[in-house]
């Protein structure tokens, strides 16, 4: 059972920068994707891929955080972290951590991961 804590919520101004951590622990992150995800807030809003860092290395973005958001891998201290820069008030959102076994094509999709942290809020105020 892997168990996943993010860290490093908060309100920023527009242009302004965070970085988010989570900590996981039952499982290594080296072996699993590890992905944030979003959720914005109103009806009908969909958990919404942000970023990965596939367990062979490589990492994948959406389209909107490409260039401004960057994900790394922390093994020895089983953490991932998110580097968000140039933020937006649109980024706006719950941002979630999570883990799993996943392919290439698979990766953007949260059903394919069965692990999750409980999310931290990031509010953009322009």
């Known amino acids: 059972q892997v168990t996943l804590v993010e860290s490093g919520g908060g309100l920023v101004q527009a242009g302004g920068s965070l970085r988010l951590s989570c900590a996981a622990s039952?499982?290594?992150?080296?072996?699993?994707?590890m992905a944030w995800f979003r959720q914005s807030p109103g009806p009908g809003k969909e958990r919404e891929f942000v970023a990965a860092f596939r367990w062979t290395g490589g990492t994948l973005y959406s389209d909107s955080v490409k260039g401004r958001f960057t994900i790394s891998r922390d093994i020895a201290n089983n953490m991932v972290s998110l580097q968000m820069n140039s933020l937006q008030p649109e980024d706006t959102a719950v941002y979630y951590c999570?883990?799993?076994?996943?392919?290439?094509?698979?990766?953007?999709?949260?059903?394919?991961?069965?692990?999750w942290g409980q999310g931290t809020q990031i509010t953009v105020s322009s």
């Open positions: 999570a883990a799993g076994s996943t392919i290439l094509s698979t990766t953007r999709n949260s059903q394919h991961y069965g692990y």
């Open positions: 039952g499982g290594t992150v080296n072996k699993y994707t």
